[in-house]
């Protein structure tokens, strides 16, 4: 059963919180597993690399002259959307470059928040911060950025303090009692939140420098796939792309059932970033790139320092729900399924999942299904199982905490209950 102190925690968070299996497949390399090992291990994530900011400020929150979508202290939203972030005059809200002691990562989205201080410019951040940002700033559904959230503290940080690391392992910052509940890695963790055929991130195993900062070569070729119009097909093109590169160029390539949060980012582009008239956006050059940092510079592009948000840019008029990126995730895998599995330690060796995918809501024959309500319930099991996360790993369990605070934040949620889900039993 949930703690009493998690327990406790997660009822009062609107008054307390104010503010990313040995196989059974034949064909596993085991040394190639053990290099893999030892990449993580180097890799420059650990409480010791991590930036730490002495002053941790928490978010700014909203105010009477600026309220945007009335999200606040981790309720649901009480405005329209279609409101101009940050609004003229909000300069609590202005653009921040992160500094040397700000954690920053792989989510664009996350990045943009901090360096606007929706979250707390350090990159350390709680559950209450993220939904009211994700609310106000993108117009994301309740549900959606509820599951998001979640997710992301639930594997990635601390789900009694429901604080998480927007970057690197700050575990001594996210935790209220050490690393009893083992690190908190933050979302720099590989296949956990973040995975390999990223948008715009290195596979983890390639160090290209490594899987959480932004990398120019593969915003150019998204850039030169889509043609700057960021659109469904043509991101399910780019997405094709990414997962043929991998299997050719990463031996440790792996694409398992969370590769359902890729799919989430890639529909962002062109449901949350572009600059809304009315119910009309365009997923264009400009907009993208200004959330991504990224700058063009001759044949390619650079990071510019930080993530924001476009020049009098508008979120979108009516909440997406998680509902809704259900519907896109059906649309984009149907267009171009691609096979569960992993290069078994050399490139273009790729293993299908196989049966170790047994268990995994709507996973057969090593694909995904299409269905809406397979995909929201999947989303579930993400946030309450530990579905594979790698070519050694099968279906396992999440730890009695992370469980718990996930069921009793996911269980309230309606979206869960109609997509016929089975629910974790918190009693």
Not at 101 to 121: E, K, V
Not at 180 to 198: P, R, W
Not at 346 to 357: E, M, R, T
Request: hydrophobic letters at 40%.
């Amino acid at each position: 059963m949930l703690s009493k102190l998690a327990l406790i925690g997660l009822m009062q968070l609107p008054s307390a919180l104010s503010f990313g299996w040995m196989s059974d497949t034949l064909g596993v390399d085991r040394r190639s597993f053990d290099k893999s090992v030892k990449v993580q291990k180097r890799q420059g994530t650990t409480m010791a690399g991590c930036p730490f900011n002495t002053d941790h400020v928490p978010a700014v929150p909203i105010t009477a002259e600026f309220p945007y979508l009335g999200a606040q202290n981790g309720l649901p939203a009480t405005r329209l959307g279609n409101v101009e972030v940050p609004t003229d005059g909000d300069i609590a809200h202005a653009f921040v470059p992160p500094g040397p002691n700000d954690i920053r990562g792989p989510c664009p989205g996350l990045n943009t928040a901090a360096n606007h201080n929706f979250i707390s410019h350090d990159g350390i951040t709680n559950l209450a911060e993220l939904l009211d940002a994700q609310q106000n700033i993108w117009n994301a559904g309740y549900d959606l950025a509820m599951a998001l959230a979640v997710i992301g503290i639930g594997l990635t940080g601390d789900p009694i303090t429901t604080k998480m690391s927007i970057g690197c392992d700050a575990t001594s910052r996210t935790s209220a009692v050490g690393s009893l509940l083992g690190e908190e890695l933050g979302i720099d963790a590989h296949n956990k939140f973040e995975a390999d055929t990223s948008l715009s991130r290195s596979d983890f195993f390639l160090q290209e420098p490594n899987d959480f900062t932004f990398n120019g070569t593969l915003f150019n070729m998204m850039y030169q796939t889509t043609g700057g119009n960021f659109d469904l097909p043509n991101m399910v093109d780019y997405m094709g792309m990414r997962y043929k590169q991998s299997i050719a160029e990463n031996p440790n390539f792996y694409y398992g059932p969370k590769v359902v949060l890729l799919y989430g980012a890639a529909s962002f582009l062109f449901r949350l970033m572009p600059n809304f008239t009315g119910d009309v956006g365009n997923p264009d050059l400009m907009v993208v790139s200004a959330f991504f940092g990224a700058e063009k510079e001759g044949d390619t592009f650079i990071f510019n320092g930080g993530e924001e948000l476009p020049d009098e840019w508008h979120n979108r008029r009516t909440p997406l729900t998680l509902a809704n990126v259900a519907e896109d995730f059906s649309t984009m895998y149907t267009m171009s399924p691609q096979l569960l599995g992993g290069n078994a330690g050399k490139v273009n060796d790729f293993d299908a999942l196989g049966v170790s995918g047994a268990g995994v809501v709507g996973v057969e024959n090593s694909l995904l299904s299409t269905s809406p309500n397979d995909f929201i319930c999947l989303m579930y099991q993400i946030a309450t199982e530990d579905v594979p996360s790698s070519l050694q790993t099968t279906l396992g369990s999440l730890s009695a905490e992370v469980a718990n605070f996930a069921a009793v934040a996911l269980n309230a949620l309606p979206v869960f209950t109609s997509a016929g889900c089975t629910l974790f039993n918190t009693e």
